[in-house]
């Protein structure tokens, strides 16, 4: 029997943190990105990681950062794991020493088995939905464009929810799923029982 790993993304507050961890969360994402809503400061993330408890991971989030913008984060917040979601290549997300992990923006035309042979060192392909700018955007994509058999590890995201999460994982079969918007009371406000509600889903269809 697999256990679908969850992430949950973008908080900004320590009440979220353990509503997430309380819920049985096995990561929890930062984001490092300033135009996102979700955006939080380093100081800030350096209190929220600290609270973490053992085996639930502290994950940074970065679009195309310079390297020293990640070396600024790394030198206050425990991450141990990083997640890429801009145009970065192999090299951009290895140097820092660290297992990361990169997004694939998913439309027609996508061919995730190359994306996945262009970044050989990732500790998983992440796929989401293509919208301007970065990030899902809180939308779906068609799963069918991900490939049949893909090997990597597989971190579903884009528009899930408690409603739609335990088809995902029935049709994808992904390693793990990250959700942002979709335990959200507004944005960068997560909802504690939204986020039991989206857990118990995934524990659900993993049956």
Known sequence: MSR????ICGLTRAQDVRAAVRSGADAIGFVFYPPSPRAIDVDRAA???AMLPPFVTAVGLFVNPAPAEVEAVLARVPLQLLQFHGD??????ARYGLPWIKA?????????LE???????????????????YGGGGETFD???????????????????????????RRVRPWAV????????????????????FI????????
């Open 4 to 7: 679908t790993r969850i992430k």
């Open 88 to 93: 970065e290549g192999e090299a951009d997300c």
């Open 178 to 197: 990250d959700v942002s918007s979709g335990v959200e009371s507004a944005k960068g406000i997560k909802d504690a029982a939204k986020i039991a509600a």
């Open 143 to 169: 799963w069918s464009l991900i490939p049949q058999g893909f090997e990597r590890p597989l971190v579903l995201s884009g528009g899930l929810d408690a409603d739609n999460v335990g088809e995902a994982i």
């Open 115 to 133: 994306f996945a042979l262009s970044h050989p060192r990732a500790r998983g392909i992440l796929v989401d939905a293509f919208v301007a700018g």
């Open 104 to 112: 694939a923006r998913m439309r027609a035309g996508v061919d995730l």
């Open 200 to 207: 118990a889903g995934v524990r659900h269809a993993d049956g």
């Open 47 to 49: 209190e929220l990681a």
